[in-house]
């Protein structure tokens, strides 16, 4: 996705690209042990907060990977979101504002949990 952003014609505006990866955990926000989960995404909600926030001045380019309807396994890939933009203040601002938006209006997970006396556990 950064290389991408790095083929714009406009790239010289850039001057931070700023990425987030969010992975798999091991254990849930309550300690559980988890297996695995799968994500699902309101890809209309998507476009809207994708389209607002490219529109933000200094912002050149906002990409977004989530791995949407798959089994994942502890320590793969959920999201990846990059951010291109003029100055720093403005790209962490956007990768922030973009990553809490998608988190709680976009996307819904369903997290598998290890049970007691399971060979994984």
Do not use: C, W, Y
């Amino acid at each position: 996705m950064i290389n991408q952003i790095r083929q714009r014609p406009d790239f010289d505006r850039v001057g931070m690209v700023l990425a987030h990866n969010g992975v798999v955990r091991g254990t849930s926000r309550d300690g559980r042990k988890v297996s695995g989960l799968k994500v699902s995404v309101d890809h209309e909600k998507l476009v809207r907060i994708l389209e607002k926030e490219r529109q933000t001045p200094g912002i050149v380019d906002i990409q977004i990977e989530i791995a949407e309807n798959r089994d994942l396994a502890v320590g793969d890939d959920v999201m990846v979101l990059v951010v291109a933009g003029d100055i720093r203040d403005t790209v962490i601002t956007v990768l922030e504002r973009t990553l809490n938006a998608v988190k709680t209006t976009v996307t819904r997970k369903t997290e598998f949990f290890l049970t007691e006396g399971s060979a994984n556990a």
